[in-house]
């Protein structure tokens, strides 16, 4: 059965920070890129960052670059997303995603086949 968790949401000080985990079971992540989506209130589900299924290629959207960091671990089944001097506009549902890594590159989002169920970051002072 294909699983995917994501936890280490929470509340949090603009400036501050929160590191998420997306725990995979089910398949093996040597074959899938991984993603990290978010979806704010009155907004489209947008894809914020990705790795590949090597975990040498990543990829930020813009309004992140600099600030998060995805990393993964295969052996632990393990994606990080690590994010740094959280503003308030980065409140939103965070998932992560899984697509397997043939279906071209982890940046193509809408061939995540694979999603958790959502953990929520606030941030707010």
């Known amino acids: 059965q294909v699983q995917l968790v994501e936890s280490g949401g929470g509340l949090v000080q603009p400036g501050g920070s929160l590191r998420l985990s997306c725990a995979v079971s089910?398949?093996?992540?040597?074959?899938?890129?991984i993603g990290w989506f978010r979806q704010a209130p009155g907004k489209e589900r947008e894809g914020v960052s990705c790795?590949?299924?090597?975990?040498?290629?990543?990829s930020y959207t813009d309004s992140v670059k600099g600030r998060f960091t995805i990393s993964r671990d295969n052996a632990k089944k393990t994606v990080l997303l690590q994010m740094n001097s959280l503003k308030p506009e980065d409140t939103a549902v965070y998932y992560c995603?899984?697509?397997?890594?043939?279906?071209?590159?982890?940046?193509?989002?809408?061939?995540?086949?694979?999603w958790g169920q959502g953990t929520q970051v606030t941030v707010s002072s």
């Open positions: 089910g398949f093996s992540l040597d074959y899938h890129d």
């Open positions: 790795i590949s299924s090597s975990g040498r290629v990543t």
């Open positions: 995603a899984a697509k397997r890594s043939f279906r071209g590159l982890c940046i193509e989002w809408g061939f995540y086949d694979y």
